[in-house]
């Protein structure tokens, strides 16, 4: 790009040579060739500074370090082209880590040098908690995110970022746009569109409590109303969000409306059982749901009336809750048969764990743990601070044997904690990439386990391509964190194996934790005081998942 600026410089200084009577400007007109002339040289010099500075920084490791080099490539960028693209991995960086605030600002930055940008226009309608029920105003967003969703196929890949990675990014994208249509609906009260942008975005991200509670409640509401799986989704959000004061609310509405409806204590708590152990409602044909349900918790105690919570910015009007419950009253008096806790025979409740493990099996065995045979999406998440010059040779040698061992279809990524997140390198089924990534760890401080196991498990379940995921943690169990001992928790890191090595783990306490923690997945929990039991608890456990190390 620099030998081109300078080529259309000394064209320019050439053409300046060609007019007549140039020699009676004189000494002027020889300073006016300099000036022009140093111009350009800075130009040049200017711009392939910033092609260094992105080359740089897609070269970078981990997330954390590509941000910090993106944000340095920007502030010198001013037109470049390659500015978009910068844009688009911070806004897509800062997502991964978590940080919606920033960016939720670049993508402003985004949008207004790339309108219409797919990516932009999803983050930016994430937060529908403010969101407006005047149809004009829904009606504008509405379009933008459709126009964003239908240009989804023509988005151009940010120069350097891997193809497996950009694919990632439209899925990702375009679950978002899905969310977002559909709480747009939900605001002015189109139910039956509601449903439809929000199952395919539940369906994709089953842990995302606004886009659960906003299923939950178009359920609920209008025609058709499937009170079954509207109350299943509503006790999920309650369980996602469960410890604040937002889960209260909607714990509290939704307890409210249940009752209702008809419904009794009992009935409810086994919804809340239901919806913390699964990823998907039970199958309202036979009522049974997962025969590892956890304990549920008790009923709110709180029964005054109002309305939904604003976590999708809506809340039934008192016409439509009312015309609801009537056509709900008309039908029990049909001379249906009524189930126990208050419905007709149409809706089902949740059975007890008691009537759906089978005979003699036990209450809380766990889910079924994919053959050895199937494909794997692996993770496997490392606490840096346990790689000391000691032992980090010889743990790094045994992660890279089981990464050149992945099988034709497995996958696997690299992910790091200390005091934060950093993904060291995505799903990918390159052993190479991955012996890389595993070649660049160093240890720092910092005890981020809880935090770092659900956002693991979490991004496993959203992205990897195999229905067998596994998330291989290796940790000294001290976590720094609360405990995982919560509705929340369990939610977040269903669907996902967890197996732990618990690496000089020597307290009751830490060794407890990592059991606990594979124990809500069906996973299993091993322990070793050195690198050489270390190898042969990590060969053993990637040996069940069918990838055998010689």
């Known amino acids: 790009m ?23 400007f004189g000494s002027s007109l020889i300073l006016l060739f300099v000036l022009a002339g140093i111009s350009c040289t800075a130009q040049a010099q200017s711009t392939g500074s910033s092609i260094s500075a992105y080359a740089d920084a897609i070269k970078q490791s981990t997330i954390s370090e590509r941000i ?86 023509q988005l151009g890949k940010p120069e350097g970022m891997l193809d497996r990675n950009f694919q990632v990014l439209k899925q990702q994208v375009a679950i978002m746009l899905n969310g977002a249509v559909g709480l747009s609906y939900l605001a002015i009260e189109d139910y039956p ?22 299923m939950g409640l178009a359920l609920l509401n209008g025609k058709n109303r499937d009170q079954y799986r509207g109350y299943w989704f509503l006790a999920r959000a309650a369980n996602l969000t469960a410890g604040t004061p937002q889960g209260q609310e909607i ?17 409810w708590q086994r919804y809340q059982a239901s919806a913390a152990a699964l990823d998907a409602p039970p199958n309202p044909d036979t009522g049974k749901p997962s025969a590892n349900a956890v304990a ?9 009336t109002g309305n939904a919570p604003a976590v999708a910015a809506h809340s039934p009007s008192p016409a439509k809750r009312t015309e609801t419950t009537e056509a709900s009253n008309r039908g029990k008096s049909s001379g249906k048969k009524k189930a126990p806790f208050g419905f007709e025979d149409t809706l089902h409740e949740p059975p007890s764990r008691e009537t759906a493990a089978a005979p003699n099996a036990p209450a809380n065995r766990p889910k079924v743990i994919a053959a050895p045979s199937e494909a794997v999406s692996l993770g496997i998440l490392i606490e840096t601070s346990l790689l000391t010059s000691q032992n980090r040779q010889a743990i ?9 061992n992945l099988r034709v279809n497995d996958e ?28 660049q760890i160093r240890p720092k401080q910092g005890k981020a386990l809880i935090s770092g196991i659900a956002f693991a498990a979490g991004h496993l379940k959203r992205i990897g391509k195999n229905g067998n995921r596994v998330l291989l943690v290796i940790s000294d169990g001290r976590s720094g964190q609360t405990t995982s001992d ?14 732990c090595i618990g690496l000089k783990a020597d307290g009751a306490s830490e060794r407890a934790l990592l059991e606990q923690v594979a124990a809500y997945s069906g996973g299993k929990a091993s322990f070793a005081s050195d690198s050489g039991e270390f190898r042969t608890a990590a060969l053993q456990m990637t040996k069940t998942m069918g990838i055998a190390v010689p």
């Open 486 to 499: 919560t509705l929340t928790f369990r939610s977040q890191v269903s669907g996902v194996r967890i197996d």
């Open 412 to 439: 696997a990524c690299i992910l790091v904690f200390s005091d934060q997140l950093d993904f060291e390198q995505d799903l990918t089924a390159d052993d190479t990439l991955l012996e890389e990534a595993l070649g």
């Open 251 to 267: 714990n509290n509405y939704a307890w409210r409306a249940y009752v209702k409806d008809g419904g009794k204590a009992e009935g």
């Open 2 to 24: 620099s030998q081109t600026i300078n080529s259309r410089c000394n064209s320019a200084f050439s053409e300046w040579l060609k007019l007549p009577m140039w020699i009676s």
């Open 396 to 404: 790094i040698a045994t992660l890279r044997d089981i990464v050149r």
């Open 68 to 153: 910090t080099a993106m944000d340095r490539f920007v502030a010198m960028a001013g037109s470049s082209k390659l500015k978009t693209d910068a844009l688009e991995f911070l806004v897509w960086d800062h997502l991964r880590l978590g940080h919606q605030s920033q960016s939720a600002q670049r993508a402003k930055e985004l949008l207004a040098i790339s309108p219409g940008n797919s990516i932009a226009v999803a983050v930016l309608n994430q937060d529908m908690s403010s969101a407006s029920r005047d149809k004009g105003v829904t009606a504008n967003r509405l379009a933008q995110l459709n126009s964003a969703m239908s240009s989804l196929d």
């Open 193 to 214: 569109q509601a449903r439809m942008a929000l199952e395919q975005a539940v369906a994709s991200d089953p842990n995302n409590a606004q886009w659960v509670y906003g």
């Open 296 to 304: 549920a918790s008790t009923s709110p105690t709180s029964r005054s």
